[in-house]
């Protein structure tokens, strides 16, 4: 959590430095609240995809999330992974869509910036070469989403819902494969 709290101060740090109101960027409305829910939908079905392929890349990346973080999230409380989820979409969003795809789009084409945004959100979330190619593509739904928008409360609302699902899905996976037969 301090990591996903770094992040924020980061953005919020950097968002000052460019003069970017982050404020201007978001609009709180029930609208953009239901849109963020909706727009975790093929978030999530790309997790259940993840976790029902027999790829065998994926198969590893999954490995590999269980062992490093598993530990961290299976004695968590739901009420803590909620917290964990919505500060984890909060602030990448603003540091990645907010801060990193705005400037980028202010001094480049948007697509490219979309582009390079999304290849820099896999990269920070590299534990595979798989993971961060899923990352990529769902960094690049969610500046694509931003971009449609221009509501950066959206791509929050379905970054946090799906961080929320995968981590509760994590600590079970991980605890069912704790238990002693």
């Known amino acids: 959590m301090a990591g996903e709290g770094g992040l924020l101060l980061l953005g919020w740090g950097l968002s000052r430095w460019l003069h970017i109101r982050l404020a201007d960027q ?3 409305s029930l ?3 239901l849109l963020g829910l909706l727009a975790s939908l093929p978030l999530l079905a790309g997790l259940r995809w993840t976790l029902r392929t027999h790829s065998k890349p994926i198969q590893r990346l999954i490995h590999v999330v269980q062992d490093q973080l598993g530990p961290l999230v299976a004695a968590r409380s739901l009420a803590e992974l909620a917290l964990v989820a919505g500060l984890a979409g909060l602030a990448e969003e603003v ?4 801060v990193m795809q705005g400037e ?3 001094r480049l084409p948007g697509l490219v910036a979309l582009g390079l945004t999304s ?3 896999g990269l920070a979330h590299f534990l595979t070469v798989s993971y961060a ?3 990529a593509l769902a960094g690049l739904y ?3 989403l931003y971009w449609a928008q221009g509501n950066l409360l959206i791509p929050i609302v379905a970054h946090a819902l799906y961080d929320l699902v995968a981590l ?4 079970r996976m991980y605890r069912a494969r704790t238990i002693p037969d």
């Open 26 to 28: 978001l609009h709180l």
């Open 31 to 33: 609208r953009a609240i």
């Open 95 to 98: 540091l990645f869509r907010g």
């Open 104 to 106: 980028l789009a202010r």
């Open 119 to 121: 290849v820099a959100f």
């Open 133 to 135: 190619l899923l990352a």
């Open 142 to 144: 969610l500046g694509a």
């Open 168 to 171: 509760a899905q994590l600590a």
